[in-house]
């Protein structure tokens, strides 16, 4: 007869649970609301209000690719799409500011009733191909009716022209980014609540196995129908979230690599778990913006982090942290400190020899002004091939050699639990 839960363990558990749900929602809130007040720079507001809406964009791509299982290359189509119209109707119609976001939701989701009738009749790859040919006819629609999309320049707005607000013109960059967060948050709201209706689960059980959902009165194709179409109105909310943060919306914003950055962003962070593509969102516009800012390799780190990603850790930056978490829990930090003190050693150690090597690279084939010099390396380039060879191959042995002390540490740990579990059984 097995004994009841003791009181004060189920006491002691129900803090740490409720800390991990609200952890991430705290996290994200003062990265959103935080900077601004320590350093109001308009640069920063515009990287802040960049990433909230990739993160959105990000989080509506999701309900695709890790709820229903569905991979989509047209994604950027809805959210350009719902932006362009949300700019049509402010500049025509004088639409306020602050309801926007949801004008062009409406926009991206209307989009995706047309769309999506189309591609949710095949499943796996084929809806992949057909969304990729969607993207292909609206971004080559986008240059042959210029009169609706505004050509090479674009369509405009004027924020601070529209109705005010509680005194609010929403011209100045800090009101302009309050308005964005604040339409982050909610949209992140509603797609965890969303996350957690038995819509969604009823979504999972098509992507996890459509033929047997089917069987127990499901209807498959309904199901990613409905899930494009509510997909579409968050990337509408997104596109029309940048929209407000530049003042136009482009052709480029229903092109291919927007859609294959929110793909790239979204497999980052992790598909299974809600912050995710949060987290993402994050790395994705760090690279883009902030990389970006120092050196013209950015596509090349970019690239480098996600092989490294999905080849080391297939579920993202979020199964990455659960897992480990989990370790630490389970062994404490005592114990794993050494492998992750020899891990982060091997990273650093290993990312300095990359950064070396493609900064020296790209300044030898475009000049110590095109990425060499925020390194410190205009002065190791005039001496020659030799010395910074030797220093990037010392960097990757010594990388190499943290990386072997740290597999030690792993397996050790690994050993520890193999001999708990055998005394466990042998008490038993």
């Known amino acids: 007869m097995r004994d009841a839960p003791d009181s004060s363990a189920l006491s002691a558990t129900a803090p740490r649970a409720l800390w991990r ?22 640069w920063l507001l515009a990287y802040l209000a960049q990433t909230a809406a990739m993160i959105v964009f990000a989080l509506s791509y999701n309900l695709l690719l890790g709820e229903t299982g569905l991979l989509s290359f047209g994604h950027a189509a809805y959210s350009g799409l719902g932006a362009l119209v949300a700019a049509q109707l402010f500049n025509r119609i004088g639409v306020p500011l602050v309801l926007l976001p949801l004008v062009g939701g409406i ?63 929403f011209g100045p960059a800090r009101e302009a980014y309050a308005l964005i967060a604040v339409w982050c ?12 209706t038995p819509f969604m689960r009823l979504a999972n059980a098509v992507r996890d196995n459509p033929v047997r959902a089917a069987a127990i009165g499901c209807y498959p194709r309904r199901i990613r129908y409905g899930v494009v179409v509510v997909s579409a109105f968050f990337a509408g909310i997104s596109g029309t979230l940048a929209l407000i943060n530049v003042e136009l919306v482009s052709t480029e914003s229903v092109g291919m690599m927007r859609s294959g950055a929110v793909l790239i ?45 999905v080849v080391m850790s297939p579920d993202g930056l979020a199964g990455f942290v659960q897992r480990h978490t989990a370790r630490v829990a389970a062994y404490g930090w005592r114990r794993c400190r050494v492998a992750y003190l020899w891990g982060a050693a091997a990273a650093l150690l290993w990312t300095a020899a990359v950064v070396l090597a493609m900064q020296w690279a790209y300044a030898a084939q475009f000049g110590a002004d095109d990425g060499a010099a925020w390194v410190g390396m205009g002065a190791l380039t005039g001496m020659g091939a030799s010395p910074l060879a030797l220093a990037i191959l010392l960097l990757a042995a010594l990388g190499g050699l943290s990386a072997h002390y740290a597999i030690r540490a792993q397996a050790h740990l690994a050993a520890m639990r193999s001999s708990a579990t055998h005394s466990a059984g042998d008490a038993r």
Do not use: H, K, N
């Open 185 to 196: 948050l909610l949209a992140c709201a509603a797609l965890f609540a969303l996350s957690r």
């Open 21 to 42: 749900v609200l952890a991430p929602w705290l996290a994200l809130i003062l990265f959103l609301g935080v900077p601004p007040f320590v350093w109001p720079q308009s």
């Open 265 to 309: 962003a979204t497999v980052i962070g992790g598909t299974a778990a809600f912050f995710g593509p949060v987290a993402g969102a994050v790395v994705l516009t760090f690279f883009s913006v902030a990389v970006a800012s120092v050196t013209r390799a950015w596509l090349f780190y970019l690239g480098l982090f996600f092989i490294v990603v």
């Open 107 to 169: 926009g991206g989701a209307l989009c995706g009733v047309l769309f999506g009738f189309i591609s949710t009749r095949r499943a796996g790859t084929a809806f992949a191909m057909i969304t990729l040919g969607l993207g292909e006819l609206v971004a080559a629609a986008a240059w042959t009716l210029p009169d609706w999309f505004g050509g090479e320049a674009g369509v405009a707005i004027d924020r601070a022209s529209g109705a005010q607000w509680a005194g609010w013109s």
